[in-house]
């Protein structure tokens, strides 16, 4: 199984400061067919989950552009630029490529 | 719009069924493999399950496989997971998605307590 990693699991930031959640894949997510299914989503309290990022940087319509995924192989990382209180929540990134497996979750909160 | 609708949740003994739904509704159903995917409350996200746009394959985790079934019916858009033996950690609540993760229902609560 592919375990994915989160890190930090907790962040408190400041309003209008950078964000950054780090993930990590215990084997590398280049699918045979090219692509790397990594995806990030974002759950707000009381809701269900959200698409923000697929396939490690397309960000999905209507998402801010504060929000951007980055990374490769077993490295990846979701960026928020300024952070807005609407973007309180837990974020877990989700690996695609061989069967489908969660991080832990970040939880971002303000300070 | 794109709408996932669960129901069929609810308290259910250990060891006893219960059968999941998924409506769905602003989207061509037949074209699309479809996901369960469950949150124990307060937790994180475990996937449970996936199945073929035509139903002919289905995908399992470990721990439900051998205990949940999925199925569809295209003529009705809607998605099914039959839950037999349930246990005390099958506790959650349980998520439609699309094959992309692009759209997700709302979900059902199961709990299993005596």
């Known amino acids: 199984d592919v375990v994915m990693t989160q890190s930090p699991l907790s962040l408190p930031v400041t309003l209008g400061q950078p964000a950054s959640i780090s993930c990590r894949s215990s084997?590398?997510?280049?699918?045979?067919?090219?692509?790397?299914?990594l995806s990030w989503f974002q759950q707000r309290p009381g809701q269900s989950p959200r698409r923000l990022i697929y396939k490690v940087s397309n960000r999905d319509s209507g998402v801010p552009d504060r929000f951007s995924g980055s990374g490769s192989d077993t490295d990846f990382t979701l960026k928020i630029s300024r952070v807005e209180a609407e973007d309180v929540g837990v974020y877990y990134c989700?690996?695609?490529?061989?069967?489908?497996?969660f991080g832990q979750g970040t939880k971002v909160e303000i300070k | 719009e794109v709408q996932l609708v669960e129901s069929g949740g609810g308290l259910v003994q250990p060891g006893g069924s219960l059968r999941l739904s998924c409506a769905a509704s602003g989207l061509t159903f037949s074209n699309y493999w479809m996901h369960w995917v469950r949150q124990v409350p307060g937790k994180g996200l475990e996937w449970v399950s996936r199945?073929?746009?035509?139903?002919?394959?289905?995908m399992y985790a470990d721990s439900v496989k051998g205990r949940f079934t999925i199925s569809r019916d295209n003529a009705k858009n809607t998605l099914y997971l039959q839950m037999n033996s349930l246990r005390v950690e099958d506790t959650a609540v349980y998520y439609c998605a699309r094959d992309d993760y692009a759209y997700w229902g709302q979900g059902t609560l199961v709990t299993v307590s005596s």
């Open positions: 199945i073929k746009y035509d139903g002919i394959v289905t």
């Open positions: 989700m690996q695609g490529t061989n069967w489908w497996t």
């Open positions: 084997q590398g997510l280049v699918h045979s067919d090219g692509n790397t299914y």
